[in-house]
């Protein structure tokens, strides 16, 4: 078990040239951790984003196989951590340790997902267009192309997710097994989590034999460190999770530079959810227990939380928020992550309370308490034309909270779908009746949200091939990408195009043979045979 230093670990060194430092707190207790981290400097940055650049062609040439047992060395080494690594994230965030454990299955599995993403190959997408000498009025080259990593992407770790978004999370193992050199900014409110992390990744790199400046972790409370990392000219791409002002800042920073880069960045999102009337008259207690469940699951910390329900005023409606109020009051306030965090909850839940046409439905019954950084379910209630009017209502407030709101016609509800923001999800309770009578809010939600969810309820993001995590903006920067499942590789790869190249001189994957046996398009054909 390593032991916590607070020093940046910067290829194989470790570096301390800041006297300035910041502590982690224990948000159930107040209590402050040792030891004290180094805030990151300008120099220090520039080392481990050069060294991340000396890696990048020896760890790219690696072949999928050694890449693949880079991603499983790393699994192995965070359970090698043991409880050690739990209880240290425990005291950090306030998260329970059966979550944590759960967490911790979810991280260790994924990585082993993408190491059979890289060894089946495929997703290089290579396409071959072969040469036809005889075409008239042209001959058509050869032409053959495929994803090839980007180079060194810096990461930075998500604050609600202290091991599956984090130092060895999504981001960092697709990277790094699509050949990419990570350096990553650890998140300040659980730095030793983060660095025996970093510990585990850095221990792997050097069982597989691989460059050891291919993963640093720098530390830092301020922007400065994350400022200087995305401004970096060295730096290819960014990662990042969090909230909609940070991830502005990073994209308006990469986009200052003289050549931008892209901010790969998953924000904020209310997740409106849909209560239909078949399924509300059907089973509308079933579905509020499962609504406040969901709204108060790890204290409303995550970002596919229940925000905003809309439904048709009516009796379903009424009964439904009457079981509502009763299930919220027996919710008792739980730890959130940190001070700062639930600070931020409370002026949002303040806000939303004063808000002329609002009104409270329900909270938990037992009061916070402050010292144990806690918060409270909150879920309040307005009708649709307040919703209109007060367009701060629609902002996230991080936490477990949510509003329902009552519309008095199917086309205010459609309006209001009409005028959403991006969201990563948006859920429909309803029947298959429902279903064919509010089709066209079903091609709404098409343009508005990255995951439709059908009787369910967002919470629980599936980590598998089909998964998007993503949005319309202000969900994330670029709906194209999802920060969650194997398809999240595509962000850390480009297009690169060979005409008329010698097959000796191809990549393994354009080569005639195809030696690796992996689905390519050949002149317009899937197949994994060779030509």
């Not at 439709?452 to 998007?468: K, L, Q, R, S």
Request: charged share 20%; aromatic share 6%.
């Amino acid at each position: 078990m390593p032991d916590i230093t607070g020093k940046h670990l910067i290829g194989d060194t470790t570096s301390s040239a800041s006297s300035t430092v910041f502590e982690a707190i224990n948000p159930s207790t107040g209590e402050k951790l040792s030891p004290p981290f180094h805030e990151g400097s300008a120099a220090e940055a520039d080392h481990a984003m050069k060294l991340a650049d000396a890696a990048f062609d020896t760890l790219r040439a690696r072949s999928a196989e050694d890449r693949a047992a880079l991603v499983e060395g790393i699994a192995d080494q965070i359970m090698a951590l043991g409880d050690a690594l739990l209880d240290r994230c425990h005291a950090e965030t306030g998260l329970p340790m059966g979550r944590l454990t759960a967490e911790r299955g979810r991280t260790v599995g994924q990585a082993k997902m993408f190491a059979q993403v890289l060894r089946e190959g495929s997703y290089v997408d290579a396409r071959i267009d072969p040469a036809l000498p005889d075409r008239k009025p042209m001959a058509r080259p050869d032409i053959r192309r495929m994803l090839m990593p980007i180079g060194p992407v810096v990461v930075f770790g998500a604050s609600n997710f202290p091991l599956a978004i984090s130092v060895a999370g999504t981001d960092t193992v697709c990277a790094l097994g699509a050949g990419c050199p990570v350096v990553v900014k650890a998140h300040p409110g659980h730095p030793g989590t983060c660095e025996l992390l970093g510990h585990a990744i850095a221990a792997a790199l050097k069982q597989g034999g691989f460059p050891a400046g291919a993963f640093s972790l720098l530390q830092g409370a301020s922007t400065t460190i994350g400022q200087a990392l995305v401004k970096h000219p060295l730096a290819r791409a960014v990662a990042f999770t969090g909230s909609l002002r940070g991830g502005r800042a990073l994209f308006d920073a990469a986009n200052s530079r003289p050549d931008p880069i892209p901010v790969y960045a998953e924000l904020g999102s209310a997740n409106p959810v849909f209560l239909l009337p078949g399924a509300l008259a059907s089973r509308g207690d079933e579905i509020a227990a499962g609504f406040v469940q969901s709204v108060a699951l790890g204290v409303g910390q995550f970002c596919t939380n229940p925000g905003v329900v809309l439904g048709l005023r009516g009796q379903a409606m009424a009964k439904f928020t009457a079981k509502v109020a009763a299930l919220a009051a027996d919710v008792p306030p739980a730890t959130m992550l940190h001070k700062g965090i639930r600070d931020a909850y409370d002026t949002g839940t303040e806000t939303i309370s004063k808000t002329n046409g609002v009104r409270l439905l329900g909270q938990s019954r037992e009061g916070p308490d402050p010292a144990r950084t806690h918060a409270s379910t909150i879920v309040f209630h307005t009708d649709g034309n307040t919703w209109e009017s007060q367009k701060h209502l629609h902002q996230e407030v991080f936490g477990p909270s949510s509003i329902i709101i009552e519309g008095d016609t199917v086309e205010q509800l459609t309006r209001i779908a009409e005028n959403l923001e991006g969201h990563l999800t948006a859920t429909l309770h309803g029947t298959p009746e429902d279903l064919k009578e509010y089709a066209p809010l079903v091609r709404i939600l098409e343009r508005k949200v990255g995951r439709i969810i059908f009787n369910g309820f967002p919470t629980g993001v599936e980590v598998c091939h089909a998964m998007h995590h993503g949005g319309p903006y202000p969900a994330s920067l670029d709906p194209h990408w999802t920060s969650i499942g194997m398809a999240s590789i595509g962000r850390f790869v480009r297009p690169v195009c060979y005409q008329s190249f010698p097959d000796s001189a191809l990549p393994t994957e354009l080569q005639n043979a195809n030696p690796r046996g992996i689905m390519r398009l050949i002149d317009g054909n899937l197949t994994r045979g060779g030509m």
